[in-house]
Each structure stands twice: as structure tokens, then as C-alpha cells.
């Protein structure tokens, strides 16, 4: 499922149903039930032999996780277990190009991580109106996406800007995890909404992610979601007396100077502020374990968010 407009910055998300073949699927679900997944899920529903063949179940999921993220994750991880007898798929991949690419070529930098210092490609962006915010003991930079539609919000902590010797007690997930749901709403209100400043310098080092939720069933009981995962409570009309023994999630980003996996040149037209603030300089210097998300600028929604502790 492709959400948002915008082919610069654009965030796919496709779901499957995995079901082993011993159960005889009804005819009621198939009228009911499987014309409401597609219609608000978009999801397909497969079958497939998990007891018997629980291998060959594997490259099935690996060829649909590859071919829904655009061959970016090939592997969905794990052999499933035999005793699987209903599998939710959910790949979620994003394609954003910046709306100002950092200079080309990137140049080797130290990054202070919380295990060892390495020498990383670092990027470089100078001279530019950018959302920004300081507070909590937070330093935040907004870097947009092809229209601003969406955006990369950049947390570190404040302090430590030219001090090597780094307080790893104090990391951005830390200090943004500490905070409450309010703070939290109204830390990336503020960011989002706030006036733009004049950024002298952005040095952000190149990075890639790809991570599969560990436990994510006892994640999502632990929200809320129990009934589906209680052999004697779940109930899915149609199927018979089945019940979510495996949820998988899988993720993955990469960021270089044109952007999140950017495959083309990015707009680097610069738009001009309508009412130019007065110019501070700001240096943001991402040399250390660093918070970042992806968030829908309209809608408030973050829809990718992750931290970097090494590189």
C-alpha cells in the first residue's frame, strides 16, 4: 500500500496472511472476511504447508518480503515453526529524496558511539533555513523530504557539541524516552511548527538500518492485543478454531546525501523565507549516538523512527 502523494518522499506498506493448509478455509470467509482485509488492510492471504514443509515456507515469505520492498530486504529471518498455524506479514519500506541534498562526497569523521569510536562517511549541508528547536535537553533539526510533506527529525543531546569526551547516561533515545506523552507531542509540535533558523553547518554521518522486531507478540499483547494470541478466546469467524501464534515485522532505511535510499537527483531549488529571522549561528554536529524519526508534516504521524548508538 502506497501512502502519500509525493514520488520524493513516499512510504510503502504491504500486509499478507499466512494460513497452514490443514484448515479448510469456509465459504463465508472468503465472502466476509477476506473482501475487508484487502479493502482496509490490503493484505493477500496465503496458504501455505508449515507443518510439513516449514523451509520451503520460508523462501515463499522471502521472495513476498523481496518483492514488497522493492528487493531492498531480501530475507524475512527465521525458519518458521512447524507448530505455526497463522503467520501476519508486514514489510514496510521508505523511498524520500532530500529537498536539499547534502554536498557530494562524503569525508571521514570520528563518531563517538557507545561501544567505540569509528571513522565514518560523514555528510555535509551548510547554510540553510531549517526547522530547529532546543529543549529538555534536547537539540532537534527537521530535514524535509521532496515537498516538506514529510520529514527526518535529527535529536541529540545538548552539550557535548565540541567536547569528545561524550555522557552516554544522557542519549537522545534516553532523554526523548524519559519524557511523557505530552512532552514527547509537544517537543515534535514545537520542532514541526516553530520558526526555521539559520543552520550554518549540518554534518550527519551515512547510515543504514534493518531490523526485525524481536518478541513482537508479546509487543502486541502487551498493548492491548491478547484475545487474537489465547488458544480458548480467538475468534476469526471462518476459519475454524485457530489462533496468532507469529507476528513479523521488518524494517529498513539507508540515508546518504540525496536522502533515504534516493535513486534519483533530489529539487534543490531553496525557497525563500517569507520574514528572515535574526541570524544565529547554529552548528549541528551529529558526532554521537543520535535519535531520528520520520514523520508525516500534515498529519503528525511518525512513521519510521529508530536510534543509532555505533557505527
Given at each position: 500500500?502506497?501512502?502519500?502523494?509525493?514520488?520524493?518522499?513516499?512510504?510503502?506498506?504491504?500486509?499478507?496472511?499466512?494460513?497452514?493448509?490443514?484448515f479448510?478455509?469456509?465459504?463465508?470467509?472468503?465472502?466476509?472476511?477476506?473482501?475487508?482485509?484487502?479493502?482496509?488492510?490490503?493484505?493477500?492471504?496465503?496458504?501455505?504447508?508449515?507443518?510439513?514443509d516449514?523451509?520451503?515456507?520460508?523462501?515463499?515469505?522471502?521472495?513476498?518480503?523481496?518483492?514488497?520492498?522493492?528487493?531492498?530486504?531480501?530475507?524475512?529471518?527465521?525458519?518458521?515453526?512447524?507448530?505455526?498455524?497463522?503467520?501476519?506479514?508486514?514489510?514496510?519500506?521508505?523511498?524520500?529524496?532530500?529537498?536539499?541534498?547534502?554536498?557530494?562526497?562524503?569525508?571521514?569523521?570520528?563518531?563517538?558511539?557507545?561501544?567505540?569510536?569509528?571513522?565514518?562517511?560523514?555528510m555535509?549541508?551548510?547554510?540553510?533555513?531549517?526547522?530547529?528547536?532546543?529543549?529538555?535537553?534536547?537539540?532537534?533539526?527537521?530535514?524535509?523530504?521532496?515537498?516538506?510533506?514529510?520529514?527526518?527529525?535529527?535529536?541529540?543531546?545538548?552539550?557535548?557539541?565540541?567536547?569528545?569526551?561524550?555522557?552516554?547516561?544522557?542519549?537522545?533515545?534516553?532523554?526523548?524516552?524519559?519524557?511523557?506523552?505530552?512532552?514527547?507531542?509537544?517537543?515534535?509540535?514545537?520542532?514541526?511548527?516553530?520558526?526555521?533558523?539559520?543552520?550554518?553547518?549540518?554534518?550527519?554521518?551515512?547510515?543504514?538500518?534493518?531490523?526485525?522486531v524481536?518478541?513482537?507478540?508479546?509487543?502486541?499483547?502487551?498493548?492491548?492485543?491478547?484475545?487474537?494470541?489465547?488458544?480458548?478466546?480467538?475468534?476469526?469467524?471462518?476459519?475454524?478454531?485457530?489462533?496468532?501464534?507469529?507476528?513479523?515485522h521488518?524494517?529498513?532505511?539507508?540515508?546518504?546525501?540525496?536522502?533515504?535510499?534516493?535513486?534519483?537527483?533530489?529539487?534543490?531549488?531553496?525557497?525563500?523565507?517569507?520574514?528572515?529571522?535574526?541570524i544565529?549561528?547554529?552548528?549541528?554536529?551529529?558526532?554521537?549516538?543520535?535519535?531520528?524519526?520520520?514523520?508525516?508534516?500534515?498529519?503528525?504521524?511518525?512513521?519510521?523512527?529508530?536510534?543509532v548508538?555505533?557505527?
Open positions: 500500500m502506497e501512502m502519500g502523494q509525493s514520488k520524493k518522499a513516499l512510504l510503502t506498506s504491504a500486509n499478507s496472511i499466512w494460513i497452514d493448509q490443514r479448510e478455509l469456509s465459504e463465508e470467509l472468503y465472502e466476509n472476511y477476506l473482501p475487508l482485509v484487502e479493502n482496509y488492510y490490503r493484505a493477500s492471504m496465503y496458504q501455505a504447508d508449515f507443518a510439513k516449514s523451509a520451503e515456507v520460508k523462501k515463499q515469505l522471502d521472495q513476498w518480503v523481496s518483492e514488497n520492498t522493492d528487493g531492498m530486504i531480501e530475507s524475512y529471518g527465521q525458519e518458521p515453526d512447524a507448530d505455526t498455524v497463522l503467520a501476519l506479514m508486514n514489510a514496510v519500506y521508505f523511498y524520500g529524496e532530500w529537498k536539499w541534498p547534502f554536498h557530494a562526497g562524503a569525508k571521514q569523521w570520528i563518531f563517538y558511539g557507545t561501544e567505540e569510536e569509528n571513522e565514518v562517511d560523514v555535509f549541508l551548510s547554510d540553510c533555513w531549517m526547522h530547529y528547536y532546543v529543549s529538555d535537553g534536547l537539540r532537534a533539526i527537521s530535514l524535509p523530504y521532496g515537498n516538506g510533506s514529510r520529514v527526518m527529525n535529527i535529536l541529540i543531546p545538548v552539550g557535548n557539541e565540541e567536547d569528545q569526551t561524550k555522557d552516554f547516561e544522557q542519549t537522545a533515545a534516553g532523554i526523548f524516552g524519559a519524557m511523557s506523552t505530552e512532552q514527547k507531542n509537544s517537543f515534535l509540535d514545537n520542532l514541526l511548527t516553530g520558526e526555521k533558523k539559520w543552520i550554518t553547518t549540518i554534518r550527519l554521518p551515512k547510515f543504514s538500518m534493518e531490523y526485525r524481536p518478541q513482537m507478540s508479546s509487543l502486541l499483547q502487551e498493548m492491548g492485543m491478547e484475545n487474537a494470541f489465547n488458544e480458548r478466546l480467538a475468534d476469526f469467524p471462518g476459519f475454524g478454531e485457530i489462533y496468532v501464534t507469529d507476528v513479523a521488518k524494517a529498513k532505511i539507508e540515508v546518504d546525501e540525496l536522502g533515504s535510499r534516493a535513486a534519483a537527483v533530489a529539487d534543490s531549488s531553496a525557497s525563500t523565507a517569507e520574514e528572515e529571522p535574526e544565529e549561528i547554529i552548528h549541528f554536529i551529529v558526532d554521537q549516538p543520535f535519535l531520528f524519526m520520520i514523520q508525516d508534516t500534515e498529519t503528525g504521524i511518525i512513521l519510521f523512527m529508530g536510534q548508538n555505533n557505527l
